[in-house]
């Protein structure tokens, strides 16, 4: 059965209780922190060597759909009516969106510490100790635009000139890439200040606290905003059916920089040994409503 993926603000009560319940219970048991553990340990920038596939790199997107998979599947073994809704955060765009209320993914960090203080993920709440971290934080933290080095989110022009690359990625490979798709999506630029920072980047930013970063996934909205950047995949491969999906399709050869670095299209992808090949078409998986 192909199973929908809805966005967040249209969820009923009943549909953001069954999430945030799955999710409450996937920490319970441990799992959850284990989604953080994967994310920080291939949280690998361009600078090292070795193989990176899941950021500055063109699996980028095949990467984190499995990733989302892998979640989505531990979530309905919780609840077989759940899947994880997208955040559409070109509409959504400021803190009194009813993303952040106390029944769904609670609110903005408090002054100081930026602590979380309202809904399911409040540390005080005593169901959401941050417990795989790479700083000493123990709870959530959120800087909802940052007021005091403003950054504001993403626009649907921002998205559109994304979508309007009719190039899935390009040499080398990496966050230094002016166009292409994916890097694009990804959002690395070299220019300096916020402007650093684009699309998928800059909602981490945006949302700041536990949200920068390798341990990105301690804060559940991870989730929600990856869905929206998948969902932008698909509809990338909609509006561009001519292209290649996905490049390179064969790796980079001996002597290339990027050799060894990066996934080519029938390469395995730790840590599941998936290639970017199996993850093109979600339609008999799931769709976006
Ligand atoms: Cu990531
Ligand atoms: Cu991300």
Redesign the pocket.
């Given at each position: 059965m192909v199973y929908t993926r809805k966005n967040q603000r249209n969820l009923t009560g009943a549909e953001r209780k069954a999430f945030v319940n799955a999710v409450l219970a996937l920490k319970r048991s441990g799992e959850y922190d284990e989604f953080v553990r994967t994310?920080i340990e291939f949280?690998v920038p361009d600078g090292d060597d070795g193989l990176r596939v899941?950021?500055m790199a063109p699996s980028f997107l095949p990467w984190?759909r499995q990733f989302l998979l892998e979640f989505e599947r531990a979530l309905q073994k919780i609840n077989p009516r759940v899947t994880v809704p997208y955040w559409d955060w070109t509409r959504d765009n400021t803190p009194a969106s009813s993303l952040w209320s106390e029944d769904f993914m609670g609110g903005n960090g408090r002054r100081g510490d930026f602590q979380v203080m309202t809904g399911p993920f409040a540390y005080a709440h005593g169901q959401w100790e941050v417990s795989v971290n790479v700083t000493e934080g123990r709870f959530l933290t959120r800087d909802l635009g940052r007021p005091k080095d403003p950054i504001t989110l993403p626009t649907a022009a921002d998205v559109s000139q994304a979508l309007a690359d009719p190039v899935y990625d390009m040499a080398p490979w990496n966050s230094t890439c002016r166009s292409g798709f994916r890097n694009r999506i990804e959002g690395w630029t070299t220019a300096t200040g916020n402007a650093r920072f684009r699309t998928h980047n800059r909602v981490h930013r945006w949302v700041s606290g536990a949200m920068l970063g390798a341990a990105?996934v301690n804060d559940p909205v991870f989730w929600l905003h990856?869905a929206y950047v998948d969902s932008l995949w698909s509809r990338w491969q909609a509006a561009h059916r001519t292209a290649k999906r996905y490049l390179p399709e064969v790796a980079p050869p001996k002597g290339d920089p990027q050799h060894g670095q990066v996934a080519a299209l029938h390469d395995p992808m730790p840590p599941w040994d998936i290639e970017p090949a199996a993850l093109l078409d979600h339609s008999r998986i799931y769709r976006y409503a």
């Open positions: 994310h949280y899941a950021h984190h990105s990856h």
